[in-house]
């Protein structure tokens, strides 16, 4: 019994030292691709490269070849595996929690790496160099202002990333991604990026193909429109409201192609009242116009869906 | 007495179409639309006249069979390459010719420009979708010059005909060329016009920022030359333009051509022009963290500060020299 309470206590005292190992170092990330060195200096033996946002915990500091140097232990996400590392690497590329204005650095290199991505031509991997500096410093740097927008950014990148990963079928495509979009939600209720993030979580709602019935449209207007009912203030109401407004559009072309007539009416009554709600609410930016422009083709009977068919047009 | 006559009528020839031009009703298609001999949809096709094409002239309305039917005057391009247009006359459905008659009609138009920019920028959308939303805006400028949409209208049809172009400019191999000379330039002659008719105005703004790609080099091939030139181009448009939301990426992006000469001195050992360049780089950045603190440019100013200030590499000289 009492070998038993001394081997709780000594795993307990292992568990606790691990944890302090966690909580007492300096938590760091580094914001240029580094290579980790068996010890301080440039001429020893190389282990692993780092890429920008990786996370690591700082274990000790030294001075070599007239610069600092910091001895770390890494976490590599290279995928499907995560590997452990400990090495040396040059201080001056490593932001740790104490750098003054770290999270402005490390959020600056993440902004430049998502632009890199979008160039043509940009740098390989920027999109996931992005991704890791945006998560890195909603991590590091939980009371900046800019973590919320932080963290939002990397789950929608992941999110991004996850829609165009067209390995994976439609249906499990974005589990992973689903978790860091709730976690947005979870963790910055009632902000501008919880609505964001509820908006992109819409898109597992959508049906990948209408194949010509109503049931489909008439389902993603009711989500778009609940969407702008419950966060109006959000950026992205107008679009769903829209959205929802040229579904029911739609549908008019629809029930009218299958001489159901009245209830062709009655969504081009519905299309043209949220179309008219988008001109009044939102008068700013280009949602207006395309309401107005909805409007005068509902109004003239224009079809909308079997045009937009025949052009291959997705909205 | 007769040449004063001729030249009386002459003149009245020359003028008279201007003011008959205003009462004229013009306008453009919201859709593609076909164009018949009569108005009868059974009848000889003519043409397909696509989204935004220019509708000079309307020059009858009819009704048949409770469909109204405009007679309309339609610019369509032939030869894409050579530029060449004909003017077509036909009958098409009255519903899909947005003219000056029509109430809100420039905002309807600026909608439908709007939707066809949507759609080129989206994976898969509509075939020349671009094309129709750069119509389409040009229409409204052109129509509807005292909308207060005409602005933003030329602005995005410009635009959107430089980034055409300046993608295509770009697939060519003269795109590398080091002197801007010595390649193609993507036509100035809409981004001059914005400037022109709306002075003064957001849109001129981003119109002479986009004037700037012209003289960039096409590859700097190491040579300090170039992004000295361009960072001095950079600055000189953020002075001239501070109020422009393009001021801020103007200032950022002179500080980071000096962080890149910065890198390029040290390779050729000039210790003292690279440590003139990165003070130049860090008071370029420290200006863009201050005067710009919302959105990105802060961050990413403060970014290039840190970089610059730690001697971190944020541009690879030997790599561009192709080392």
Partial sequence: ?315 | MKLRMLAVLLAASLFSPRLPAQEKEQGTVIDEVTMYVSPDATSQKLARATRGRNVPLVMDRTTISKQAWAHVLIVVDVDLERETERQITGWVPSKMVITTATPNGAEIIFGEAADSESQAQQRGGRKHAAEDAMRLYYRIYEYFPNSPLAGEALWRAADIRWQLEKSDVRMRPSSREMDPNMRDSMDDQNMKLVIKKFSHSKWADLASFDLIDNKLCGSWKGETKCPDKEAELYEKYAREHPQSPKAAEALYNAAWRMGALVEMYKTQHEQDKAEKARRRGVELAQEVASKYPEGDWKPRATELMYALQQGISTYDADQARGK
């Fill in chain 1, 1 to 315: 019994m009492v070998n038993l309470w001394k081997q709780a206590g000594i795993t307990l005292l292992i568990l606790s030292a691990a944890g302090c190992f966690a909580a007492d170092k300096e938590h760091a990330t580094v914001i240029r691709e580094a290579t980790l060195y068996v010890s301080p200096g440039a001429n020893s033996t190389t282990i692993a490269q780092a890429e920008r946002g990786s996370g690591m915990v700082v274990l000790e500091r030294t001075d070599a070849d007239n610069q600092p140097w910091l001895k770390v232990f890494v976490t590599l996400e290279q995928a499907p595996q995560t590997r452990e590392v400990t090495g040396w690497l040059p201080g001056k590329s490593v932001i740790t929690t104490s750098t003054p204005n770290g999270d402005q650095v490390v959020y600056g290199q993440a902004v430049d790496s998502e632009h890199q991505a979008e160039e043509r031509g940009g740098r390989k991997g920027a999109a996931q160099d992005a991704l890791r500096l945006y998560s890195r410093m909603a991590e590091l740097f939980p009371g900046s202002s800019l973590a919320p927008e932080s963290a939002w950014r990397a789950a929608d990148i992941r999110w991004q990333l996850a829609r165009n990963d067209f390995g994976k079928p439609l249906e499990t495509r974005f589990a992973t991604a689903e978790k860091y979009i709730q976690d947005v939600i979870a963790k910055f209720p009632q902000s501008r990026q919880a609505d964001l993030a509820a908006y992109d979580l819409l898109e597992t709602k959508l049906c990948p193909d209408w194949n010509g019935l109503t049931d489909c449209p008439l389902k993603e207007s009711a989500i778009y429109e609940q969407y702008a009912r419950e966060h109006p203030q959000s950026t992205k109401a107008p679009e769903a409201l829209f959205k929802a407004a040229w579904r029911q559009a739609a549908v008019t072309d629809i029930y009218r192609i299958n001489n159901n007539l009245d209830k062709s009416e009655a969504a081009r009554r519905k299309a043209m009242a949220l179309a008219q709600e988008i001109a009044t609410k939102y008068p700013d930016a280009d949602w207006k116009p395309r309401a107005s422009d909805l409007i005068y083709k509902l109004d003239q009977r224009i079809p909308v869906f079997s045009a937009a068919v025949d052009a291959g047009e997705t909205k």
